[in-house]
């Protein structure tokens, strides 16, 4: 009796796989609506016919290890094929997706509920398999084993038809993109494209580095071609020692304080640089990873603003009256100087594969700005917009040269070729310092364009820029200070 | 290629049910269809063998 229940269980399963999945998707969205799996989903849909296959294996030889293993093993590559197909698509907005849609979701992520099931009904059927099951030779199908065989043997049959019409016979492959399934042959296109030479890697498209300032160009030489020089007018260095190496510089003349951050500190200053006002270490862990402070800003109030490479940021308003017991979980030192706000992150679009080493804010527009740095995968400078309010995008663009500027691009040279590593924003206008090239650039926020560009001699891998009066202040890593005109 | 695996799982299929004292062969062309499944998935995704997510 629990003999037949389990090999009848597992003759339904068989069934259900042969005919859900894989059977409508050969017959009905097939051969009726014309769909063709692309290459992913063609070894998806194989992968559930393996399952199933293997099911038939235990139907005639018995539930035996290396079986139940090797099915084991299917579904959990199937698994797997599943989270990678699903993750290309996954982040998409809602309802955007590749082909069609069963039941809300597209076909390819119910791989990921089918497979799963999969795996919980082999433990099933094992819980269920006692050592007598294991049997030494082939034993009758039965009927509904029969006809679990005989239906798997048709589906699978209408997969052959469908494979050589939309994949071709060897060496030909599925494609990425395929066409509309024809039974006409004038329709067929068989490709060869995966098989073409390509970088193998793992984490693809995502496995971008992170900035750094060691191989930058720091001489002349910058895209903007004969950019004028603009000579530092003073220099001086911070007063007060760091827990690190300064990443950011920011100046708030309603309370005549500068803003230094490190890798997680945060340091207000006077308006001479010269004393520390006060400070703390950000705890970067246990929470949203705020990565390497890489932006400071002053925003409304006083509060202050550090955004990490990432573009996940942190919000601190200096508090005398700071709760230090309250404000452990948030800080690594001097606990009662700051209450957090909020820690959150930035979203964006054309930004979203680059890092950022920079953050401004425009009080006129209540905006924080930021600005990539170009990476091993992309070369682009994307100024993204983001409301106060909500700290959400709310616009973004690649900046151009402005046509009255008077400027040129050497060669077939790009703004791309720029690594802003600070940013502020006076009168309208974001001041830009870009490491590469050690060159100031102008940026009208109105027009979108670059105005003027000049380059800085003497600058030493800056990392950020503050507006002050008529000033600018150029931090670099060293802790020295180039002040320049505006 | 995928056409080739059907037809590789069309004729275990039918090893299986018509031709059952075949185990040793059916399983062997069981063992090749996965393998060239995993091989043929990995070929398509080799620019990203990790799910393409935000890692």
């Known amino acids: ?486 | 290629m995928e056409f080739l695996n059907l037809v590789v799982i069309f004729v275990t299929a039918y090893l299986v049910l018509r031709k059952p004292h075949k185990e040793r062969l059916a399983f062997g062309l069981l063992v090749f269809s996965v393998l060239f499944m995993v091989f043929l998935f990995s070929v398509a995704t080799r620019t990203g063998l990790l799910p393409g997510v935000n890692y």
């Open chain 1, 1 to 486: 009796m629990r003999r037949e229940l389990l090999y009848s269980t597992l003759a339904l399963a068989v069934l259900a796989l042969a005919v859900i999945p894989i059977g409508i998707a050969v017959f009905v969205l097939g051969f009726v609506y014309g769909d063709s799996p692309c290459v992913m989903c063609w070894e998806q849909r194989i992968g559930m016919a393996l399952v199933a296959l293997v099911g038939l294996f235990v139907l005639r030889y018995g539930p035996k290890p290396k079986y139940i293993g090797l099915a084991v093993l299917i579904a959990i590559w199937g698994v797997f094929m599943g989270i990678r197909h699903t993750g290309m698509h996954a982040a998409r907005d809602v309802g955007q997706g590749f082909s069609v849609e069963i039941l809300g979701a597209h076909t390819y992520t119910w791989a990921l509920l089918i497979y799963w099931v999969s795996v919980a009904m082999m433990g099933l059927l094992l819980l269920m398999t006692r050592k007598e099951d294991i049997e030494d030779r082939p034993r009758p199908l039965g009927l509904l084993g029969g006809l679990a065989g005989t239906v798997f043997l048709v589906v699978i049959a209408g997969n052959v038809v469908q494979a050589f019409a939309s994949t071709g016979p060897p060496p030909f492959m599925g494609q990425s993109d395929p066409v509309r399934f024809s039974f006409s042959p004038k329709h067929w296109v068989w490709s060869l494209d995966e098989w073409s030479p390509a970088p193998i890697s793992l984490r693809g498209r995502w496995a971008i580095d992170k900035p750094s300032l060691a191989a930058l160009p720091a001489g002349p030489g910058g895209p903007i071609a004969e950019a004028p020089v603009l000579p530092v007018a003073r220099e001086l260095r911070l007063g007060f020692p760091l827990s690190g190496i300064p990443t950011d510089l920011a100046y708030d003349p309603a309370t005549s304080q500068f803003l230094v951050t490190t890798e997680h500190g945060v340091y207000l200053a006077d308006e001479t640089l010269a004393k520390l006002n006060r400070h703390t270490i950000v705890d970067a862990g246990f929470a949203v990873d705020l990565g390497r402070f890489a932006g400071a800003a002053f925003l409304d109030k006083g509060a202050v603003l550090a955004v990490g490479e990432n573009k996940s940021f942190v919000v601190l308003e200096p508090g005398d009256k700071a709760d230090a017991d309250a404000n452990f979980r948030f800080f690594l030192e001097s606990f009662d100087t700051f209450n957090e706000g909020p820690r959150s992150r930035f979203g964006t679009v054309r930004a979203r594969m680059m890092y950022v080493m920079s953050a401004a804010y425009d009080s006129e527009s209540k905006s924080i700005y930021t600005v990539t740095v170009p990476n091993n995968k992309v070369k682009r400078l994307i100024i993204s917009r983001f409301d106060r309010n909500d700290m959400t995008l709310s616009e973004e663009f690649a900046p151009a040269l402005a046509k009255d500027a008077g400027l040129t691009l050497a060669g077939k040279r790009t703004l791309n070729d720029y690594y802003v590593t600070g940013a502020t924003i006076a009168a309208g206008r974001m001041y830009a310092i870009s490491a590469a090239f050690n060159t100031l650039l102008t940026i009208d926020l109105q027009t979108r364009s670059v105005t003027a560009a000049r380059a800085i001699p003497g600058l030493a891998r800056p990392v950020g820029i503050a507006a002050k009066g008529d000033e600018l202040y150029i931090l670099g890593e060293s802790g020295k200070v180039w002040v320049v005109g505006q």
